[in-house]
């Protein structure tokens, strides 16, 4: 732009003089614009809500006609608010699946609270950055106190604390790094894992994926989480872990932790944490329980007592966007004595200065943990137990439970249906058994072909959703209820599709003769 000139030259050398940028206010939307533009949005928030038991939980699309629908090119201009809401409304109601849908039963995917979803739009909306105290004073008080409570909820010491993660992968990630660092025996934030011994975890073999991942990150390897064999119902076997430790030692590995599972990925077993608390407090290890899915059921006052012992633990890490159904994402990593989370994750940039006592700033989330700038994910889940209270969210966690063991029975109870192992906490792993199949070694073969095509006719056909559980070398498919939508029409619904469409299926396979069936 041109300077105007001599005039303001003359007036001396105010920031005019070097001509001061005219303002831009294009992105500065004002509150009416705003308002203008979230009550689109609300408009098909509550369309949603209302159609989402009608919807279909999945539409099974392809990657491609996905891709063509969604990826738009960038405009050059502005799209305009009602092209926009339309396109809004394309992607919610005809290209998304839906987890919060009454009967996606699959993996464990939280279906979403309602009052969750407005409070990630008002921490949005203020924008707060929790990687420091003085960017975010209430927010980081909210998300500290947050975790507080839930780490008196396992019935940790009032030193405990921690924060939030993006998941259960970093909340394990977080607490397996702790575990390193302080048992390592040498400075190896510094010094480096190669500086030392070989080092090693425990975990069953039905723990997570993601701690094979975080030993990984953490340069330790994936092997050197070592898979203890489980028992018949997929809890670790204690003696196997003490001779695996043993064994270890003897070979100059050193032991750092023990990573019991509180609520396994497949069946929801729960590791026996008394007896594992014991071994290390006997070995000198750190006691971490992965309890991603299961922990929220510590509000639920039938289902407390199965995590007996899980107050000894030196850290916990459990998923909010699991089982306390809050918005994706968010999980909490706590660790027994919170100043551990500062020995290993603090770092002193030169560019962030505060006099703590002029400032009267508390804690700097972002030394506690691996990200620095930071979103506030604690104000959906302080929001939604706010909003609920303790007891309803016990209630319903409980339900979710008596849900699956509803299935079970339903299962147990049908002629062309089979439960693979008795319900725990709230996922039931059963698998279609044609009627007239003749048991064998040959029909397992089958049952197995058989239940793999039936698990991808049920994502696909998209009335109903489940997934899978690999157990003991058979395919079963798997429902896993962490949904306040979900009621026992919705689990017969599951059932009675998976029927219809695996009788479907033998038929198809033994006029293929792809069944290889036992005549
Ligand atoms: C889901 C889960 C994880 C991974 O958590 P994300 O939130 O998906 O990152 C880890 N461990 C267990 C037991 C889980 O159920």
Redesign the pocket.
């Known amino acids: 732009m041109a300077m105007e000139g001599s005039a303001h030259e003359a007036e001396g050398a105010g920031p005019a003089a070097f001509g001061s940028p005219e303002p831009v206010a294009d992105l500065n939307w004002k509150s009416d614009r705003a308002r203008r533009f979230a009550d689109g949005a609300l408009d098909l928030w509550q369309e949603f809500l209302d159609r989402l038991a009608e919807l279909p939980v999945t539409h099974g699309r392809s990657d491609e006609q996905v891709r063509e629908a969604v990826a738009l090119e960038v405009p050059e201009e502005p799209m305009g608010d009602e092209a926009l809401l339309a396109y809004l409304r394309e992607v919610v109601l005809e290209w998304s699946m839906y987890p919060g849908h009454p009967r996606f039963m699959a993996?464990?995917s939280g279906s979403g609270t309602v009052p969750g979803a407005v409070a990630d739009l008002l921490a949005a909306a203020v924008n707060m950055n929790l990687g420091a105290w003085r960017l975010a004073p209430s927010a980081t008080e909210i998300e500290l106190h947050v975790i507080r409570w839930f780490a008196e909820q396992f019935g940790l010491p009032e030193e405990a604390g921690g924060l939030f993660l993006?998941?259960?992968?970093?909340?394990?990630f977080v607490c397996l790094k702790v575990a390193r660092d302080q048992k390592a025996g040498w400075d190896v934030r510094n010094e480096g894992v190669s500086a030392g011994q070989p080092l090693a975890f425990y975990g069953s073999e039905e723990?997570?994926?993601?701690?094979d991942r975080a030993a990984d990150m953490l340069g330790m390897g994936g092997k050197a989480v070592r898979k203890i064999p489980v028992t018949q119902d997929f809890r670790m076997r204690v003696d196997a872990l003490r001779e695996a430790i043993r064994g270890d030692r003897a070979r100059g590995v050193r032991p750092v932790a023990v990573i019991a599972?509180?609520?396994?990925?497949a069946t929801g077993a729960i590791d026996p944490l008394e007896e594992i608390a014991e071994v290390c407090k006997q070995e000198g290890l750190w006691f971490h329980v992965?309890?991603?899915?299961?922990g929220p059921a510590i509000l639920a006052d039938d289902l407390r007592p199965l995590f007996r012992g899980i107050e000894r633990a030196d850290s916990v890490?459990f998923?909010p966007?699991?089982w306390l159904y809050t918005p994706h994402?968010g999980?909490c990593a706590i660790v027994r004595d919170a100043v551990r989370l500062f020995e290993s994750f603090a770092v002193a940039p030169s560019y962030v200065y505060t006099d703590r006592q002029r400032a009267l700033s508390g804690v700097d989330l972002g030394v506690m943990g691996p990200q620095f700038s930071r979103g506030f994910q604690a104000l959906k889940v302080w929001v939604s137990l706010l909003a609920h209270g303790r007891r309803a969210y016990g209630q319903r966690i409980s339900h979710d439970a008596a849900l699956a063991r509803y299935m079970g029975d339903r299962v147990d109870a049908r002629p062309d249906m089979e439960l693979a192992v008795p319900v725990s906490l709230s996922i039931c792993c059963f698998r279609y058994r044609p009627p007239d199949l003749e048991k064998g070694v040959d029909a397992e073969a089958y049952l197995n072909r058989l239940n793999e095509r039936l698990m991808m006719e049920v994502q696909l056909d998209g009335r109903s959703y489940c997934s899978n559980a690999i157990l003991n070398g058979h395919f079963y498919l798997r429902a896993c209820i962490v949904n306040f939508r979900t009621e026992a029409e919705d689990v017969d619904a599951l059932l009675d599709v998976a029927a219809e469409l695996g009788a479907r299926l033998h038929g198809e396979m033994r006029s293929e003769g792809t069944g290889e069936q036992p005549a």
């Open positions: 993996y464990i993006s998941g259960g992968a970093m909340a394990n723990l997570h994926v993601v701690s599972s509180a609520g396994t990925v992965d309890a991603a899915y299961g890490a998923d966007h699991k994402s999980g």
